[in-house]
Structures are given as structure tokens and as C-alpha cells.
């Protein structure tokens, strides 16, 4: 493989899979969905996108895949609520937002763009 000058490195969202419950099938589903992700990342970066919408691009490619969590809610937290977390940032300048404590199922990447500005101690207050 040539080299790029990036790199690429993804999860497939909160939670732990338990190891009775994951069978050789669903594994390959998963393998096959990161493959996915990680190709619309790599799409973007080869095209000369910008790797804010690289990142975009692969976790909408994990929202289409019903085998991982991301952007459809998060987790429970111990108070039996819903909640999800959305950050980025930029390696060029450092630049970076967050939103945190989402209730409302809403894709990650819908608040991510918007709020790439925000200090992290205003985007932890806002609401998508």
C-alpha cells in the first residue's frame, strides 16, 4: 500500500458486546461494517476532502448499519437514561467541539459540523 500521510481509526460506538452473544457471522458484520466506514473515510481523504467531512462520512456509514450504536441514541446510563456524546477535532490547529448528554436519538454528525467552533465548556451545555 502506498503511503498516504494519514491515518484512519474508527469505533463502532458504546457498549460492549458480550462474548456468548457475538457469533462468527456477526463478527464478519461488523468486520464488513468498519470495512465500510473506514472506505468512506479513505473516499474523502483520496479525493482531497477535508477530514472533518472524512470523519462525517464514515459514521454516517455506521448509522446506515443496524449492527453498531452510533448516532441512534447511545447508551443507558445508570439512571435508566438515553444519552450520547459527539466530539471532533481537528489535528492542524487543535480546533475542536463537543456536545454531551444528548437525550433525543440524533445522528452524531447532524450537531458535529455545527458546533466544530465551540469551546468545550459552552458544548456541553447546548442541545442538538
Not at 455506521?62 to 441514541?73: I, Q, S, V, Y
Request: glycine fraction near 12%; include cysteine; charged fraction near 25%.
Amino acid at each position: 500500500m502506498a503511503e498516504s500521510g494519514w491515518a484512519l481509526a474508527l469505533h463502532g460506538g458504546a457498549g460492549t458486546i458480550l462474548k456468548k452473544m457475538m457469533t462468527p457471522e456477526r463478527e464478519t458484520g461488523y468486520h464488513v461494517g468498519l470495512e465500510a466506514a473506514l472506505a468512506a473515510d479513505r473516499a474523502v481523504l483520496e479525493a482531497g476532502g477535508k477530514a472533518e467531512d472524512a470523519i462525517v462520512a464514515a459514521v454516517m456509514s455506521m448509522e446506515d448499519n443496524p449492527l453498531f450504536n452510533a448516532g441512534r441514541g447511545g447508551v443507558f446510563t445508570s439512571a435508566g437514561k438515553i444519552e450520547m456524546d459527539a466530539a471532533i477535532m481537528r489535528g492542524s490547529d487543535r480546533a475542536s467541539g463537543a456536545v454531551a448528554g444528548i437525550h433525543r436519538a440524533q445522528p452524531d454528525h447532524a450537531c458535529a459540523p455545527g458546533d466544530r467552533e465551540i469551546p468545550a465548556r459552552d458544548a456541553v451545555r447546548r442541545r442538538c
